[in-house]
């Protein structure tokens, strides 16, 4: 279970001078898709201790372009792998390709 945001932000406190982000999954590293409000209540919080924000949790470039306005609220950064793989469990180009694709249009670059 997600702890609460603020919770979290005491655990994390003691550690800012060592750390410059703070990763926010809601799966814990199981590709369970995120809920972009519980991320942006805990962001909300997190934020304030001047660490950069992460998302993951069940990106791919379809989830990305879906939260792209919690992506740019934040200037976050995201990050994948299970959404990414082919069957072989290996990274898919395409799938790769798209990713990247829609995380720097969320991030408000111009992509051609």
């Given at each position: 279970m997600?702890?609460l ?24 590293g199981?590709g ?40 740019r ?13 082919n ?12 990713y ?13």
């Amino acid at each position: 279970m997600f702890e609460l945001p603020f919770d979290m932000k005491k655990k994390i406190e003691p550690y800012t001078d060592l750390v410059d982000y703070v990763l926010i999954d809601q799966s814990m590293g199981s590709g369970i898709p995120i809920d972009p409000k519980v991320s942006r209540d805990v962001a909300e919080v997190l934020r304030t201790l001047g660490l950069g924000i992460v998302f993951a949790g069940g990106l791919n470039s379809k989830r990305v372009r879906e939260i792209a306005p919690l992506i740019r609220e934040f200037n976050a950064s995201i990050d994948a792998e299970s959404r990414l793989m082919n069957d072989e469990d290996e990274l898919d180009e395409t799938k790769v390709s798209a990713y990247i694709t829609e995380g720097l249009r969320a991030m408000g670059y111009t992509v051609v």
